[in-house]
């Protein structure tokens, strides 16, 4: 028999940003609040020794433990899904601080075409997808989340510089200055002024100099080690929710944060959630607190498994388009190429988020009318520091192991260079997420299962982009090209993006959606569900900011609600 | 580097990083940085002992010299030696594999290995219940079985052209396996030579850090703020994370 705690204000299950958004505001404003995270307890004296290539980021030292948890994935409805056995085109987040602790913090608004897809694409281009793309408006506009964003890159700190032309308005400039531009990032920045496109310094969460919260949180500056992307930042100079928002939580003195705490439900009862019930993953124990809200804060994968094994809300059923639940899940769309230099250039140190991004081949930034896509994807330079182990690009032709090999890897080692694009994805009808029927977790629950597959859509924009980022890298100088081949089928093994988002998708109608636009879920008023699981469609670039906007406008909910107890819209 | 100096390092970043600026903090460490690269006798005495012919070198995984003969007869033709440096055998990547086998690795601890195993699509990703560690033992007896039927010798006597042979074999998935595929051993087999050789060398491969010197990797660094900003390339001695203990 679970052991019935006593009732909280209200329960988050997981500690990330999302987790950390709602604690650090509703503990100051009063509430109680507790935290429920699966993983363990860190802090950044975890990461004195995290410079080790081998445990972190080729073995996901940080990363979630499949042995208890994993999802089955199938391209389409007609085969059979099968567990991801290993972690691979995405890395999922466990412990404290969720994925916020191993992310590169680039930190990148979404346009204010991307709020409004479905009306504006319709204004320029007409019917141009078929009615199987299920584009929907957000039920936000730019302008009302707006203040959103600058209150998250606030709260965590973001460097940057307000130089692209297709920016949505920002009340406020960055509050920081860039990080620093390198030669590599110089190089690549006048390469596309040359085919007459608009760089800037990209944003990031990682300080390009001291700075303090408005909570009064202090960070350091960046020291462009090189070991951000799957690593903890051991100087807090790297946002992440265990330096900038669980603390401000803790102060508070009102806020119980409990790790190796597994949530298995959300219990429910008539119209309102009662609380959720975890499983001590030390003790096995099994523990219920009540709660008067339930914020669901656990990712997009476990927020829509929690709601599928409570039954809670319509399952999507993609043979009627009924049902919300599991509903326009999408990914992203990632071309890239490493350019081949003479030069040998000092691609061992940078910074996760150090690049040179440009816009003008994303969003509705340029005409689709004679192209087979909408949207686009932002395009990158990162410097973030290239590792041996990760990091062994050989020209086309030589072979994959043995003497040449060797002497290739070992030469281009300091001479290649990387260009991305991170292309919009938009939701298909045959896309979804939902429970599978033969594998379960540690703690005997199904698997949440995806099916997924890239469409049409996605790979003329994939060939587009491609283009693109070839030509900028011969612009460089680049002696040869290589880009990332155009997959038909989507493959679930190398690494691609962890932006991952819908199934729990926000909206004005409950007949498209599983949340409003305060993230309260339709079916249960005392409910909220936040994280990139709320996009109709994923945006190109990077997702945190708007989650973190989006945890922001959910707490003022969260808050809303506590003394209206009613629905807020 | 103690504990204790590499915690105030941050405190200090801390307390003076906010009046400091920039250009001062990176300054500072600077200053631990050669200091660090220098340490104390003591340190370097320990790091010397680190190097290649110190390091104690014994099995924790396989029981069979022949199977660790193959193993690193293998791993050497994937990662030569010649004129830029040592090849996987010179940089202990055979002992990096093995004692990867005995522990997490070998047994797949963080993955998910619950049945029913089905072969699936190429795009799902590896299927066998096979653990790492049996598939090791088994690719290598393929292998070994293949050099005996083709040459009627063991793997490691043969000429590096023969041996070439039976790895590209492995590589296409032409050898016989029983429930996996040779070429799926093959690409395990290759990224964990290539981690071998540039993995720290606390886990006993990249000896003498001479994987990451051929790249001019200078490893484990806790920082470039001196050079970040620089025009030119900056070949800079490697540091393993024990330099930093
Ligand atoms: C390598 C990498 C690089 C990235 N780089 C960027 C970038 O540059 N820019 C950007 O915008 N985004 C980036 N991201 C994405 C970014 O990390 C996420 O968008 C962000 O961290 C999501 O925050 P979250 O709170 O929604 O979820 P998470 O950070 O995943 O937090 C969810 C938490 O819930 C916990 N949890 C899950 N299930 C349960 C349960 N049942 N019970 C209890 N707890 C549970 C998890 O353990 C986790 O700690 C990157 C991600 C990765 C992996
Ligand atoms: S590069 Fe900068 S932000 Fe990233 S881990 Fe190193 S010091 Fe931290």
């Not at chain 1, 944003?203 to 090189?226: F, R």
């Not at chain 1, 949530?263 to 009662?274: L, R, S, Y």
């Not at chain 1, 040998?344 to 816009?359: K, T």
């Not at chain 1, 989006?550 to 809303?560: D, F, H, M, N």
């Amino acid at each position: 028999m679970a052991k019935i705690l006593n009732k909280t204000d209200v329960v988050t299950v997981g500690v990330g940003f999302t987790g950390g958004v709602i604690a650090a505001e509703c503990t100051r404003a009063g509430l109680n609040v507790v935290g429920l995270e699966r993983g363990g307890y860190r802090t950044v004296d975890d990461f004195m020794e995290i410079h080790d290539e081998w445990r972190y980021a080729i073995n996901y030292g940080l990363m979630q433990d499949l042995s208890k948890e994993t999802i089955t994935f199938q391209n389409n409805r007609g085969m059979r899904a099968l567990p991801m056995r290993q972690l691979g085109s995405f890395l999922l987040g466990d412990g404290l601080g969720g994925a916020g602790v191993h992310w590169n913090a680039m930190n990148i608004r979404f346009f204010p075409y991307d709020f409004e897809i479905k009306s504006k694409t319709k204004e320029r281009y007409g019917n141009k997808l078929s009615n199987d793309y299920l584009l929907q408006d957000w039920g936000l506009t730019y302008d009302e989340i707006e203040p959103y964003y600058t209150k998250f890159e606030y709260a965590i700190g973001t460097s940057g510089e307000m130089k692209s032309p297709f920016d949505g308005k920002r009340s406020k400039p960055y509050p920081m200055k860039p990080l620093v531009k390198t030669k590599i990032l110089s190089n690549f920045e006048k390469a596309a002024q040359k085919l007459g496109c608009h760089p800037y310094m990209t944003p990031a969460s990682i300080c390009s100099d001291a700075y303090t919260t408005p909570y009064g949180e202090d960070l350091n500056p960046c020291q462009y080690c090189g070991y951000c992307e799957r690593f903890g930042c051991e100087y807090d100079a790297k946002s992440s929710p265990i330096n900038t928002l669980i603390p401000v939580a803790q102060k508070t003195g009102k806020y119980d944060l409990r790790c190796n705490a597994n949530v298995v439900e959300v219990m429910k009862k008539g119209d309102k959630v009662t609380g959720v019930k975890y499983v001590d993953t030390l003790t096995g124990e099994e523990y219920i607190q009540p709660a008067d809200i339930v914020v669901l804060c656990s990712f997009v994968m476990n927020n829509a498994k929690l709601l599928m094994l409570s039954k809670i809300g319509e399952m999507y059923n993609p043979e009627t388009g009924k049902g919300t639940l599991g509903r326009n899940f999408c990914y992203q769309v990632t071309p890239g190429a490493t350019g081949f230099f003479d030069e040998q250039m000092n691609v061992f140190a940078g910074a996760g988020a150090l690049g040179v991004s440009l816009d003008d081949y994303n969003g509705d930034n340029f005409d689709h009318s004679k192209l087979d896509f909408i949207h686009g994807g932002l395009i990158t330079m990162l410097n973030a520091g290239s590792r041996p182990i990760g990091s062994n690009s050989v020209p086309k032709g030589t072979p994959s192991w043995g003497a040449e090999f060797k002497k290739a890897s070992v030469y281009n080692f300091t001479r290649a260079l990387g260009a991305s694009a991170q292309g919009a994805s938009l939701p298909h009808k045959e896309n979804f997420l939902s429970l599978d029927d033969t594998y379960k977790d540690a703690y005997g629950l199904p698997l949440l299962k995806m099916t997924y597959n890239f469409t049409k859509q996605d790979r003329a924009m994939f060939s587009y982009l491609s283009e693109k980022i070839e030509n900028l890298l011969m612009a460089m100088g680049a002696k040869s090209v290589s880009s990332k081949p155009n997959g038909e089928n989507y493959n679930i093994v190398p690494y691609q993006s962890t932006h991952i988002t819908g199934g729990t998708v926000m909206g004005r109608d409950p007949k498209d959606s599983v949340v409003n636009n305060y993230m309260q879920h339709w079916d249960a008023d005392n409910l909220f569900v936040v994280g990139a699981g709320n996009f109709p469609h994923n945006g190109g670039c990077n997702p945190t900011d708007t989650v973190g906007a989006l945890a922001y406008r959910c707490a003022e909910g969260v808050l809303k609600y506590n003394k209206k107890s009613v629905s807020l819209v | 580097m103690s504990d204790k100096m590499f915690i105030s390092r941050r405190k200090f970043l801390k307390t003076t990083g906010i009046t400091a600026g920039l250009a001062a903090v990176g300054g500072s460490l600077i200053a631990f940085e050669t200091a660090e690269a220098k340490g104390n006798d003591a340190h370097n005495t320990h790091t010397a002992a680190q190097k290649n012919s110190g390091i104690p070198r014994a099995r924790m995984f396989f029981t069979n010299v022949l199977d660790f003969n193959i193993l690193s007869a293998a791993a050497e033709r994937i990662f030569p030696k010649d004129e830029l440096g040592p090849g996987a055998v010179e940089l202990g990547v055979p002992y990096f594999i093995d004692h990867q086998l005995a522990g997490a690795y070998g047994y797949n601890a963080r993955e998910y290995m619950v049945g029913p195993h089905f072969e699936g699509a190429p795009t799902q990703g590896y299927q066998t219940p096979l653990l790492r560690k049996d598939l090791f033992l088994q690719g290598i007896a393929a292998i070994n079985k293949q050099a005996k039927t083709q040459y009627k010798l063991d793997f490691p006597d043969l000429s590096p052209a023969q041996q070439d042979d039976i790895l590209k074999m492995c590589e296409k998935g032409d050898i016989k396996t029983d429930g996996f595929k040779s070429s799926f051993f093959f690409s395990v087999f290759k990224s964990a030579v290539i981690a071998g050789v540039y993995a720290d060398p606390m886990y006993g491969g990249n000896a003498d850090m001479s994987g990451w010197k051929m790249k001019q990797y200078p490893g484990a660094r806790m920082a470039y703020t001196d050079i970040i900003e620089s025009d030119k390339f900056e070949n800079i001695e490697p540091i393993s994370l024990a330099d930093m203990m």
